[in-house]
Nanobody, 113 residues
Framework: QVQLVESGGGLVQPGGSLRLSCAASGSMFRFYGIGWYRQAPGQQRELVASITLRHTLTYGDSVKGRFTISRDNAKNTAYLQMDSLKPEDTAVYYC???????WGQGTLVTVSS
């Protein structure tokens, strides 16, 4: 069974950048698409970005042009590069194996001056 661990969150000023990592245990990582989701206080969880097995990329409208999803199957890791961060990007960010109920524990991103 694959387990996911997110890291890289923290406090950043508006306009700054962060790179989140999603490290997977086991050898099955490369057989799944990966999604990054976020949930702000009082809000529903929303899709931020996803990457399929064929590297088809999808982004939420609010992050297009600012965030970039990628994966390194050799390292069993997915990434979310976040640039030009805005206060409204503040949320807990989760990674997910697409089509499964496998989620990480989340990492908090706070964008504030």
């Amino acid at each position: 069974q694959v387990q996911l661990v997110e890291s890289g969150g923290g406090l950043v000023q508006p306009g700054g950048s962060l790179r989140l990592s999603c490290a997977a245990s086991g050898s099955m990582f490369r057989f799944y698409g990966i999604g990054w989701y976020r949930q702000a206080p009082g809000q529903q969880r929303e899709l931020v970005a996803s990457i399929t097995l064929r590297h088809t990329l999808t982004y939420g409208d609010s992050v297009k042009g600012r965030f970039t999803i990628s994966r390194d199957n050799a390292k069993n890791t997915a990434y979310l590069q976040m640039d030009s961060l805005k206060p409204e990007d503040t949320a807990v960010y989760y990674c997910n194996l697409l089509g499964t109920t496998t989620w990480g524990q989340g990492t908090l991103v706070t964008v504030s001056s």
